[in-house]
């Protein structure tokens, strides 16, 4: 046992001189899958491997590699490493695998919660894919990091967009908007959606009163069009709903 943790440790080394030299020689993917063939569960030979097949192997053998490197890292508490491998092969497969690619960015969360690339990700493949409740849970877990009220505000007005537009459910909608707007007026979008909410919520004057801070919005920016087609709104809603809607 003391010899083959001997010679695990002096083959790191070597390894890890190897890796280190600017331009990686054929010996080294050689060695890693020698070794590896040796002690499957070599991490230093897995990672060798993989990163000398970035720029020569295709891109789901080198995927898989990678994924490799997760479970190995996993298994031996190296969170750091574990992610990283996750979030390359997870990039390597976004064109080819993207089911695979979004399964290592949710291992990328797992370790490192916020991971802007690996959330960004995720949220356009749950988008992609319909798994609108998983976008509104992902994007109230970013709140906790959005790093003003702005981004914040942002954030709100895509679960408030997401539970109006794809869920059905328009009181939650309306109170996430509502809250994009305190924390920032000047979000058009947040408006023109709180509207929406308002009307099928059966309060026009309330949706008449965002659309009104919508014009607004558009005279300040000088979009004469939007402004023109949000007062027609607003005078439509006047003319369904009576003096209320005033």
């Not at 083959?11 to 899958?33: F, I, M, N, Y």
């Not at 976004?94 to 991971?115: C, I």
């Not at 109006?164 to 408006?191: M, Y």
């Amino acid at each position: 046992a003391t010899s083959d943790v001997s010679a695990r440790a002096t083959a790191a080394k070597l390894l890890h001189v190897l890796c280190a030299q600017e331009d990686l020689s054929e010996e080294t993917p050689r060695l890693a899958g020698d070794l590896i063939g040796r002690w499957p569960d070599f991490l230093p030979a897995a990672v060798a491997l993989a990163t000398g097949s970035i720029d020569v192997g295709a891109a789901s053998e080198t995927a898989t590699r990678w994924s490799r490197i997760v479970t190995l890292a996993e298994a031996a508490g190296l969170t750091e490493l574990a992610s990283r491998a996750a979030l390359t092969a997870a990039r390597l497969l976004a064109a080819t695998d993207p089911r695979l690619a979004m399964e290592l960015n949710e291992r990328v969360l797992e370790h490192r919660p916020g991971h802007h690339e690996a959330t960004e990700a995720l949220l356009y493949a749950y988008t992609a894919a319909g798994r609108w409740l998983d976008v509104v849970r992902l994007a109230r877990q970013r709140l906790t990091a959005a790093p003003s009220p702005r981004d914040q505000a942002r954030e709100h007005v895509r679960i408030g967009e997401v539970l109006l537009e794809q869920l059905g459910d328009e009181t939650g909608a309306k109170e996430a908007l509502l809250t994009a707007t305190q924390l920032d007026a000047t979000n058009a979008r947040a408006w023109d959606l709180l509207a929406l909410a308002h009307l099928l919520l059966a309060d026009p004057a309330a949706a008449a009163r965002a659309l009104d801070r919508l014009a607004q919005l558009e005279e300040a920016r000088g979009d004469t069009v939007g402004e023109a087609r949000t007062h027609a709104r607003i005078g439509t809603l006047w003319e369904t709903a009576g003096d209320d809607a005033n």
